[in-house]
């Protein structure tokens, strides 16, 4: 079964409520014992990349995740902050990520200042697939999905990015490693695309 990891922070019921738009069973993950019976896990999160490290390392949940994860290679997808967390470090913050796609979280404003473009990125935007990955199963090559964010995800190796966006400057919006995966869009905001992206994720 899926599990939503609740750890204080996220938009959990959404993405409930997705997966029983899509008949896919789904609950949530606030105990060792909820992690254990995973099959797939999603990292959610939202507000500032401290607050969320903070709450997920007070969790108590991180060691077994990282078993499951690392050692039992069970898929697992962070979206938005929750992708963040996946980095190595933040601009936004001074915790340390949790580094498992190595990689930085750079903030637009420099980026886009010149261009006299709205902080933070928010709306559609379509995204570029580089690679085959069944997170994208059965998209067109330039899907759209909705975004919100000020701060972006940029990968140490650039075999990691997974699809790109556009918004002052390329960016890196959907990553992944093996069986780790990460998304900056709101698939839960983002209609029949971002539900399919959902879908795809449960049948890795």
Request: hydrophobic share 40%; with cysteine.
């Amino acid at each position: 079964m899926i599990k939503i990891i609740d750890y204080g922070i996220g938009n959990i019921q959404a993405f409930l409520n997705v997966y029983k738009r899509l008949g896919i069973s789904a609950d949530v993950a606030r105990s060792v014992d909820d992690i254990e019976s995973a099959t797939h896990l999603v990292l959610p999160g939202v507000g500032a990349f401290d607050q969320a490290m903070a709450l997920f390392n007070d969790s108590g949940l991180r060691e077994s995740i990282e078993k499951r994860v690392f050692e039992e290679r069970i898929p697992i997808i962070g979206i938005c902050v929750g992708m963040q967390m996946l980095a190595t470090s933040s601009e936004e913050g001074n915790m340390s990520g949790l580094g498992w796609i190595p990689g930085q979280v750079r903030t637009f404003s420099s980026n886009i200042a010149s261009k006299n473009l709205p902080m933070p990125h928010m709306g559609w935007n379509s995204i570029n697939k580089r690679t085959n990955t069944l997170l994208l199963k059965d998209f067109e090559e330039t899907p759209s999905f909705y975004f919100l964010h000020s701060f972006y995800y940029e990968c140490d190796d650039v075999d990691d990015v997974l699809a790109t966006a556009e918004y002052g400057h390329n960016f890196h919006c959907i990553v992944g490693r093996n069986n780790i995966f990460g998304i900056q869009c709101h698939p839960e905001k983002s209609h029949s695309s971002g539900y399919q992206l959902l879908k795809n994720f449960a049948e890795i």
